[in-house]
């Protein structure tokens, strides 16, 4: 079965620690995708619910608690499910976010055992999953540092647990997207100025190539033109500003730089499967640390 792969690019900004989303849905319909960032995602009522984690396909029962790696793709389908009530818990966090020296200490090492690993994808057991539900359920409610602390407490509880398995066969096995120096100007380039327009002769220039290498350069390290590129990381800060902010959907639409509403609705609509408005009601639940 052959799986179409969206390199998704998370509402997660560099300055941030963590991202939990917790919502109640009737579907999933975010396609199979892949991102540097660390994904821990909970699913409570999704019996029939088919996942996707590397080259593993299975059918999930009532309760489950997955983390998945830097790049490895993933996603969840509603396949068998009937449940109208589907409550997923996700947490995402930065691939970097503890420095390398800090987790070779001893207190921490459990937990970069368990990051390794799960560059394969890890499902913990029904027994961890239910132990840790209640916590996980309070996650979004917790300010501060207190959430900081309580989440590295989890992936320390889920580290030392016993019934772990190893969802894929193999690991992730693409560049990483952050590793070359030009992917490193371009992103970096695009997070300064991805508020207004960017052009193309521009942006090759800023990485002594021609248009046309560049563009060539660009597919092959993304999979997207450059103008999906640029337009996916002003939908990556729409989809923040959607969920923090107060501000009008015309608004953030022109902060995140889109002069033109139906432009920015079409674009929306197409990385994110629903409209702007359909997009905030759904995530009302989250919470964010800085």
Known sequence: MKIRVHREITPLAPEDSFLVFDRIKEEFDFPVHFHPEYELNFILNGNGVRRIVGDSLEE?????????????????????????????????????????????????????NMF?????????????????????????????????LELISILHVLAKSDGQRLLSMNKANRDDFENSDKIKKIYQYVQDNYHKKISLSE???????????????????TGKTFIDYVNDTRIGYASRWLI????????????????????????????????????????????KVL
């Open 116 to 148: 390794d690993r799960s560059a394969q994808g890890i499902l913990f057991s029904e027994k961890i999953s239910c132990k840790v539900k209640p916590r996980l359920l309070k996650l979004s409610k917790i300010d501060s540092i207190d959430y900081f």
């Open 244 to 287: 923090e902010k107060d501000a009008s959907i015309s608004e953030i639409a022109f902060l995140c730089g889109f002069n033109n509403i139906s432009n920015f609705n079409r674009v929306f609509r197409k990385s994110k499967n629903c409209t702007p408005s359909q997009y905030r009601k759904e995530f009302q639940g989250i919470k």
């Open 60 to 112: 999930i029962s009532n309760i489950e608690l997955v983390l998945v790696g830097p790049n490895l793709q993933h996603g969840w389908e509603i396949h068998n499910c009937k449940s109208e009530k589907i409550h997923e818990i996700t947490v995402q966090f930065h691939n970097d976010l503890f420095a390398h020296e800090l987790l070779n200490r001893r207190i921490l090492k459990p937990i970069k």
């Open 203 to 221: 942006i090759a220039e800023l990485v002594n190539m021609s248009q046309v290498s560049f563009n060539r350069f660009i597919k092959k390290r």
